[in-house]
């Protein structure tokens, strides 16, 4: 069940009742996969650099948390986009984080400041990692170094920015 505060309510209802039914779905959605991934692994306080998983000694769910962190971080932008009226196409991260207003883009570098060294080189590395992370069995060659924290950095950013509580729905 997804709770939203007072003023994400209103917005919803707003949606629901003479909207935008696909930005709903986009905003849900960015909510649902940052979900996912936080379920996926135990991130006290919501701080990604602290991500240990939970089931120790079990099968370990990183992969499938970055996944849908990755999901979730591209939806969030996409979203995002729209409510600005652009209708966002692909996977690239860095390709939609440019196209939001610079007003954005600095929120989104400044909730990323305390777990990102270097965005803008952090991002040029991860920006294909959704692709990358759900086919990650098809790439030969040697493996990547991603900085998989400007990823959900990008996505717990896009969500809080989307204005849905994130701690209601975990």
């Keep these: 069940i997804i709770q939203a505060d007072a003023a994400s309510r209103r917005g919803?209802?707003?949606v629901l009742c003479c909207g935008d039914l696909m930005q709903l779905l986009m905003?849900?959605?960015a909510l649902m996969f940052h979900a996912a991934y936080e379920r996926c692994l135990v991130v006290p306080n919501g701080?990604?650099?602290?991500?240990?998983p939970i089931n120790q000694g079990a099968l370990?769910?990183?992969l499938p948390a970055y996944v849908c962190a990755a999901f979730a971080a591209e939806i969030g932008l996409k979203a995002l986009l729209r409510r600005e009226g652009v209708v966002a196409r692909g996977h690239d991260l860095k390709k939609l984080?440019?196209?939001l207003p610079s007003a954005l883009q600095d929120e989104i570098r400044q909730q990323a400041a305390p777990y990102v060294d270097d965005f803008d080189s952090d991002l040029e590395?991860?920006?294909d990692a959704f692709q990358e992370l759900r086919y990650v069995f098809e790439y030969a060659g040697p493996p990547k170094h991603v900085n998989f924290k400007v990823v959900v950095a990008i996505?717990?950013?896009?969500?809080k920015l989307i204005g849905l509580d994130l701690s209601a729905a975990t």
């Design 155 to 159: 996505s717990a950013a896009a969500t």
């Design 60 to 62: 370990p769910l990183a």
């Design 12 to 14: 919803l209802t707003q």
């Design 125 to 127: 590395k991860a920006k």
């Design 97 to 99: 984080f440019g196209q």
């Design 27 to 29: 905003d849900t959605h």
């Design 47 to 52: 701080v990604p650099e602290v991500c240990t």
